[in-house]
Structures are given as structure tokens and as C-alpha cells.
């Protein structure tokens, strides 16, 4: 079984792990919305997942300053997002800018960030940072041995089906890949490092809990 997960996809800022969970946040959901209400917020990101957590977040908070590195968001982000914030009038979108740095004594209390375009630098005392910048996954020791997606997550399941041409294993069995199972018979794929995967714990735990059963049925085929 294969539980190696991801990492955060993370701005290259100095101090920013020593406020993980002190005002540096990787996910939004209703506890985090909570930490912050009332307040003024920074959402870093430029994709999807940006996109829904400055809109849920923008329902409990006082201001959002989204912190985009491209040009446009319709590069990279579902036209109905698109839509929803820059209709939203708490959300304050800034194209072309990064977040450059952070600063606090135990908790954040202070972010700057850059307009790319002009190269000015403000600082804003703001305590909760949400970076939605994407995953990746712990899949570098897998190539050329299981079936990836083009992200390089472990394709498993229906998504096998078909093998795609491209997986370096050639599936050897009559009957097709079980859920969770990768390109490789008897070998799963559970949690943040599977393609698909809602990069949530409880998912990650069920996942787990329901590949045992289905390593149990592979192993009875041996």
C-alpha cells in the first residue's frame, strides 16, 4: 500500500513555516473560517481551489485580498469562479503580485507583497494567510514503475480502465484494476497521493480502512 501523500505547494518567503497554523493556512474549511471572522485575509493562489476558498472564506470575512501570479485568472481557473469573484465585492483581486513577506512575533501579524508589474511593495497588517497553491505528489521514486496521471499522481481504479499505453506495467490480469488498485496487481494507492483524491483526511482514512479489505482480495487471487 502506498500512503507517501503530497506536499504543499508553498511561496518562497522566509518565516513562512514558523507560522504554520499561526496564521499560515493550507486548507479552508468551517474551522479555519472561524479563526478569521471578522477579519481581513490574504488567499494566495491562482487555480480552483483559490478560487472556492476565497469565495467560502469571503462570506465570514471582512476583506479578501486575492494574491494571483498571473495575468489572468481564466488561465487557470473554472469560468463560474471567475465570475462569482470578480463579483464579489469583499474580494480585492491583485494580478501579476506575490507574497514576498511575513512577519509576527507568535502569531502573524503582518504580509507584503509585490506587484510584479511594478516592482511596489506594500505591507498590510493582516493575521491569516491561506495558501491554495496546488500539491505534489511523493511520486519521484515511482517513475517507470506505476501509472501516473499527468499532475504525477498514482492513477488507480476506473481510471485504469484502460491501462493508458504510457504505464511502464502492462496490467497481466483478466479482470480489471480493483478500486484503489494501481497499474500493478496488488499494489494501492490510498490518501493525497492518488490521482482524484479530495485531499481531505477523512478520505485519506477511509481510503486506507478500504484497501486492507481489497489487499485481503488480492491476496486470496496469489
Known sequence: ?????AQYNKPNVKDLERFEGQGIYYAATFMESQLCAGEEIVVVGGGNSAGQAAVFLGENVRKVYMLV???????????????????????ELHLQTELVAV???????????RDKASGEETAHDIRHVF????????????N????????????????????????????PLSRPPQMLETS?????????????????VASAVGEGSISI????????EI
Open 131 to 142: 495558501v491554495m497553491a496546488g500539491a505534489s505528489p511523493r511520486t519521484d521514486w515511482l
Open 184 to 200: 500493478l496487481p496488488a499494489v494501492f494507492a490510498v490518501g493525497d497521493i492518488r490521482s482524484g483524491n479530495v485531499k481531505r
Open 144 to 171: 517507470g514503475c506505476l501509472a501516473l496521471d499527468e499532475q504525477g499522481f498514482i492513477l488507480t481504479g476506473r481510471d485504469l480502465d484502460p491501462v493508458p499505453d504510457s504505464a511502464p506495467v502492462k496490467w
Open 103 to 113: 512577519a509576527g512575533d507568535s502569531h502573524l501579524e503582518q504580509v507584503t507583497w
Open 213 to 220: 479489505h481489497l489487499v485481503h482480495r488480492a491476496l486470496s
Open 1 to 5: 500500500m502506498i500512503a507517501a501523500g
Open 69 to 91: 501570479r498571473g495575468k489572468e485568472l481564466s488561465d487557470t481557473m473554472s469560468r463560474y469562479l471567475v465570475q462569482r469573484i470578480v463579483e464579489n465585492p469583499v474580494i
